[in-house]
């Protein structure tokens, strides 16, 4: 971890990707009318996310919880929320498909589970590893649900 990156700053970090996730669900869901309920179920989820992650940020500033920080630098993670919004620009173009969606929501919510995303911080108290969990089951549940999807829609 560079030195000048404190565990209150990847939280942030952390927090406005999942704000970025959300607004690519927002747009898929204006982009895709059938599936808008699917889309801004997900995307709602992101934003649960993100308060989870606010939580945590918290209790880092308060001095209450010890954290082991090292796993992402903010630049990594901030190059990951630029990707996110470059596809949701990407989104209107008139030869995307549902499928693209899919294959790509189904992409970056593998991304989080297979680079543990949400294990980037040692946290002392259960209610810290409760929240922690709850972020990786959220993305492992979005990955379920894209992926039936995706095989429905042809992609399998």
Same mark, same amino acid.
């Given at each position: 971890?560079?030195?000048?990156?404190?565990?209150?700053?990847?939280?942030?970090?952390?927090?406005?990707?999942? !704000?970025?996730?959300?607004?690519?669900?927002?747009?898929?869901?204006?982009?895709?009318?059938?599936?808008?309920?699917?889309? #801004?179920?997900?995307?709602?989820?992101?934003?649960?996310?993100?308060?989870?992650?606010?939580?945590? *940020?918290?209790?880092?500033?308060?001095?209450?919880?010890?954290?082991?920080?090292?796993?992402?630098?903010?630049?990594?993670?901030?190059? *990951?929320?630029?990707?996110?919004?470059?596809?949701?620009?990407?989104?209107?173009?008139?030869?995307?498909? #549902?499928?693209?969606? !899919?294959?790509?929501? !189904?992409?970056?919510?593998?991304?989080? #589970?297979?680079?543990?995303?949400?294990?980037?911080?040692?946290?002392?108290?259960?209610?810290?590893?409760?929240? !922690?969990? #709850?972020?990786?089951?959220?993305?492992?549940?979005?990955?379920?649900?894209?992926?039936?999807?995706?095989?429905?829609?042809?992609?399998?």
């Amino acid at each position: 971890m560079n030195a000048a990156e404190s565990p209150g700053e990847i939280l942030d970090a952390l927090k406005e990707h999942e !704000l970025a996730i959300a607004g690519l669900y927002e747009v898929y869901a204006e982009v895709f009318h059938q599936w808008k309920d699917f889309w #801004l179920g997900l995307a709602n989820d992101e934003h649960e996310h993100a308060e989870w992650i606010e939580a945590l *940020s918290a209790e880092v500033a308060s001095g209450a919880e010890s954290f082991v920080a090292g796993r992402f630098r903010v630049q990594a993670i901030e190059h *990951s929320i630029g990707y996110v919004r470059q596809l949701a620009a990407t989104a209107s173009e008139p030869d995307f498909i #549902l499928i693209n969606a !899919l294959s790509i929501a !189904l992409q970056l919510e593998r991304g989080l #589970l297979e680079r543990k995303y949400f294990e980037v911080f040692a946290g002392d108290s259960a209610e810290t590893k409760k929240a !922690l969990g #709850l972020l990786v089951e959220g993305t492992r549940t979005h990955y379920e649900k894209l992926h039936k999807l995706w095989k429905e829609s042809g992609g399998g």
